[in-house]
């Protein structure tokens, strides 16, 4: 039989006490560091990059090149994490609930225009090689990924998409994409993603080259309300494809902090 | 001297361990549990609120009379917990920058269009017993507090307008309030705030009742302009402020989740 002094005992007490102590000093600290943290975060990066990003949204921060490179973060979760999918399934609500109230007319030129990308088909992807649009466009690799033909719908445009044309609108489609060099592939990508029996797809061709969005985008939608049809809706994830001219009854804008078209 | 047996000793130790061992599961627990909160409030009601407030924002949300009851702790938070403040900072911030822009002419006629409720002067204080919007909008304790006169300025727009009126612009104030029962009243507390040397304040006249916002206020832009001045820049908190006709070269949405004007 093994026998231990009160003291050697003490000592062991002791010591185990103390791991203990300063075991749970340090899960104190830590908890603090990460509370600490997670505040700073919230009141430095991501609330300086919330307010770009509502900026951004509701049309006061213009003309912008890059996404702020302290931003990097906070877009890349907002695009991947979820938010940006509940953010689009809220406003695409919006417009379903508009769009059930019109009642349509037996001339069948009740119209609805929506915008291809990251409005029909998503650029996502390409942007994530791109730091969310942290760096700058670079129209070759751009090209490049396009000709791809591998952008994947948005799903809540899609269904959106096929709501309208159920309820009897005609969807034109309309890009500033180039007709000549991505006109085939364009409408390859969007067959393949389910955009099917759309009125027409309208791409940027040579007379409206080097034209701002919103002049080419104004002059196409004067054209189809010259041919008789009511644009009641017009859906796009840039601001110049909701200004100009013959906007229609209502615009709508879907979100998109990755890049700024004139 | 006091002895313990062997046994007796890796009893302590045992019960020590088994103490140190259940605490740290409690931590851990505890530690998950408030990250699965976060996240669970993070996806839930605060996402759905982040998308409702980024779509009145974005004017994709429109007529809404209330705030959605489960955005109360959001709307809340975000009114009072600083991201309004940084939000309107940032948006004085672009539109300091664009007007630092503007070469003024020497007829003395460059103008700008502030908004005065929740542009210059703030009902965040009168909202707070509202639950931020998501009561309905009750005209009566709404007058009583209009009729305190105590309603205080948004330091960016105040800092906002007196580097307008240094720069040389002449800064119309343009309000829907009822000039013949709010108009003494209006005058006094935007002084009082330290809105002083604005070219002229526009309250709406008898002619104007029952007009919507959007109707009247295009109205006295165009009167404006029909006196030759140019209008550079128009400020408001609601989309009505900023609609119609006679915009102005430039518009700018300040944040407001709390109420809506059509």
Redesign the interface.
């Known amino acids: 039989?093994?026998?231990?002094?009160?003291k050697a005992?003490r000592q062991?007490?002791a010591a185990?006490?103390y791991?203990?102590m300063s075991?749970?000093a340090k899960?104190e600290a830590m908890?603090r560091r990460r509370r600490e943290r997670r505040q700073s975060d919230d009141?430095d990066d991501d609330?300086?990059c919330?307010?770009?990003r509502?900026?951004v949204?509701?049309?006061?921060?213009r003309s912008w090149r890059t996404v702020p490179p302290e931003c990097y973060n906070h877009v890349q979760q907002y695009m991947t994490g979820?938010?940006y999918q509940?953010?689009m399934?809220?406003?695409i609500n919006?417009i379903v609930a508009y769009a059930s109230q019109i009642t349509l007319s037996p001339d069948s030129m009740d119209a609805w225009i929506l915008d291809v990308d990251d409005t029909c088909i998503s650029n996502i992807s390409y942007y994530q090689g791109r730091r969310f649009g942290c760096d700058p466009f670079d129209s070759a690799t751009f090209k490049a990924w396009i000709m791809k033909g591998m952008c994947p719908a948005n799903p809540a445009v899609l269904q959106l998409f096929n709501t309208l044309k159920e309820r009897g609108f005609k969807v034109f489609l309309l890009t500033g994409r180039d007709h000549a060099t991505l006109g085939k592939i364009t409408i390859d990508n969007l067959h393949s993603q389910g955009f099917i029996g759309y009125e027409r797809l309208i791409l940027r061709t040579a007379e409206y080259k080097g034209q701002s969005a919103v002049k080419y985008k104004s002059a196409i939608r004067k054209e189809i309300e010259g041919e008789g049809y009511r644009i009641w809706g017009n859906v796009g994830d840039q601001w110049s494809d909701l200004q100009g001219e013959c906007l229609g009854t209502r615009?709508?804008?879907l979100?998109n902090p990755m890049y700024f078209i004139s």
Chains 1, 2 share one sequence.
């Open positions: 039989m093994m026998l231990m002094t009160n005992v062991v007490v185990l006490t791991l203990l075991l749970l899960v908890m009141n609330g300086y919330l307010s770009w509502l900026g949204e509701a049309n006061n921060v979820g938010q509940q953010d399934n809220l406003i919006q615009t709508f804008k979100p």
